[in-house]
């Protein structure tokens, strides 16, 4: 048996082309255009990329971007100024300060005062508090966990009733990917470093959501028959061969899981896309909140 090829790049086109339809509609019935504010914090080459990727994107389906680049040396309190000035910006609907900050900087003060009207993100605790509870809506869900399960539901995976398992507990994926599996009734279990035996419980799940940034690390004999895995990880490891000297795997060993998963995403091409696509998503649905918009 081959996996169905859960295909994060068509899936993530098609979305785009949904969002940009309706930010057209908003525009012409409302003359609202959604707007996004980056905030990129230093010189990483990384973190550059993902904010030079999100602005492009925007371009792409008519959201307005607002780019703020600031000096790595810049102090929290004059960092808090700048998000201020985003909050009370009547064109900026969603906020992104892209992590990781520099050391000197508080993440957890600099991400609580973004507005939670404008935390396109969900990493406020508001918004990550609400998704936590059961009957609580938070006002954004995080890009990654939500691409994720657009794929899964995208594909026609069913997840009410099923074992998922989760590995990894980070802020930005494993946590709130547990649960928006949990409220979409998946049986969930959720494994860290301290896991034991993890083959084992790896190989109890009809679905898999691998988020740990260790390269190829679940083997194709950990996965169960017929599974559905979405692979989260994007690591590059040295390749002499390929042009750029390395090449970017997942954590998932993707020609071993192919051989016995009954879905799974491509390292790149799976999640990787869907990512900004639901921020994009955030973005317009927070445009759309704004009065006299419906
Ligand atoms: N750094 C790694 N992932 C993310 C993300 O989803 N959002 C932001 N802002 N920074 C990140």
Request: with cysteine; charged share 20%; net charge negative.
């Amino acid at each position: 048996m081959t996996a169905q090829l859960i295909d994060g790049t068509a899936i993530a086109a098609t979305i785009r082309a949904e969002i940009q339809a309706e930010v057209e509609a908003l525009r012409e019935a409302a003359g609202i255009v959604p707007g996004l504010a980056t905030v990129l914090v230093g010189q990483r080459k990384d973190s550059q990329t993902y904010v030079r990727m999100k602005k492009r994107a925007c371009e792409e389906v008519g959201i307005a971007s607002f780019g703020v680049e600031l000096s790595a040396e810049i102090s929290e309190a004059d960092l808090l100024v700048e998000i201020e000035a985003l909050n009370e910006n009547p064109d900026v609907h969603g906020i992104l300060v892209q992590l990781p900050l520099p050391a000197h900087i508080d993440e957890e003060q600099i991400l609580g005062s973004i507005s939670v009207h404008k935390d396109v993100d969900g990493f406020h605790p508001v918004n990550i508090g609400r998704l936590a509870m059961k009957g609580r809506a938070p006002g954004f869900v995080p890009c990654t966990p939500r691409g994720c399960i657009e794929l899964l539901e995208r594909s026609g995976i069913e997840i009410a009733g099923r074992h998922a398992v989760v590995l990894g507990r980070s802020n930005i994926v494993g946590l709130p990917v547990a649960m928006l599996l949990l409220h979409r009734n998946a049986t969930l279990t959720v494994c860290h470093s301290r896991t034991a035996d993890l083959p084992a419980v790896v190989r109890s799940a009809d679905i898999l959501v691998a988020a740990v940034g260790q390269p190829e690390m679940v083997r194709g004999d950990w996965i169960k028959p017929g599974a559905a895995v979405i692979d989260v990880g994007i690591n590059a490891v040295d390749d002499a061969s390929a042009e750029r000297g390395y090449r970017l795997v997942g954590d998932v060993h993707f020609e071993e899981a192919q051989a016995g998963a009954g879905a799974l995403t491509p390292v790149p091409g799976g999640v990787g896309p869907m990512t900004i696509a639901m921020l994009l998503r955030n973005t317009l649905d927070s445009a759309r909140r704004v009065p006299g918009s419906a």
